[in-house]
């Protein structure tokens, strides 16, 4: 079946009617970034710089890395954060099915044309098999740990959108480090105008706004993507005129 997302017809496959879904365990928890992550990495690194230019970052486990700001940086500079959104296009278009699970991965399909159904073998990961979900966020979470270690790049990774930050003094470095990275290991970031904007001091990851611009006063903003609280009003307005809530709508609100 279809749904409709951005204006685009979106294909998914009922991979729990017939089973498979119920064939895939893994021992380990799927961890996301998100807008959490992506507030947690800003706060931490705002914190870090302290006013005798020394910087001290506390690790999860209790250990402490400290170092002294380097002298092309003043404090504001250290401190000065811009961020950027980055999207692997096609998204699981981009990864291959297992030749060996082809027997379990045939589609099946009604041909309003010439009534009758027709079967095909998809190429790479179909949305709607609980796998693909694993699979696709492992090469996501791959990409970004191996960015952060070999190219000292700051990012926080949720599904195909990569939330990367950076200081103003090497956002345009960063920017054009991480594409060319992506690129050398053999994926595609969208290159549309809407998925492939510059670094800001205010950019919109995962439906909400993040306002850098006061991070050098030890300050971020997160708020709801103005064109989102416009929808939401319209709607309650029509709900209130109608009287009327669907279970379905009173989700979509919720967000």
């Known amino acids: ?76 500079d250290a401190k000065a954060l811009m961020g950027r959104l980055a999207d692997l296009e096609g998204a699981y278009k981009q990864l291959a099915s297992s030749p060996a699970h082809a027997f379990a991965r045939v589609v099946a399909v009604w041909d309003h044309l010439k009534k009758e159904v027709v079967f095909f073998l998809p190429d790479a990961l179909m949305f709607g098999e609980a796998a693909a979900v694993y699979g696709f966020n492992r090469t996501s979470r791959f990409i970004s740990v191996a960015a952060t270690r070999c190219a000292d790049l700051v990012l926080s990774p949720y599904y195909d959108d990569l939330s990367q930050l950076e200081v103003v003094k090497l956002a345009p470095s960063a920017e054009a480090t991480f594409k060319q990275f992506v690129g050398k290991l053999g994926f595609k970031l969208s290159e549309e105008p809407s998925k492939d904007k510059p670094f800001a001091r205010s950019f919109a990851p995962l439906g909400v706004e993040v306002d850098l611009s006061d991070s050098s006063k030890g300050r971020v903003s997160i708020a709801p993507k103005l064109t989102r609280v416009v929808k939401i009003v319209e709607e309650c307005k029509v709900a209130v005129l109608s009287g009327r809530l669907s279970f379905k709508e009173a989700r979509a609100l919720q967000g």
């Open 1 to 76: 079946f279809c749904i409709e997302q951005g204006g685009k017809l979106r294909a998914i496959v009922h991979a729990s009617l017939y089973g498979q879904n119920s064939t895939v365990g893994v021992p380990w928890k799927l961890v996301l970034g998100g807008v959490d992550e992506v507030a947690a990495i800003a706060a931490t690194w705002i914190k870090s710089v302290k006013d005798d230019r020394r910087v001290i970052i506390q690790l999860p486990g209790g250990a402490l890395l400290e170092g002294v700001l380097h002298e092309d940086f003043s404090i504001d």
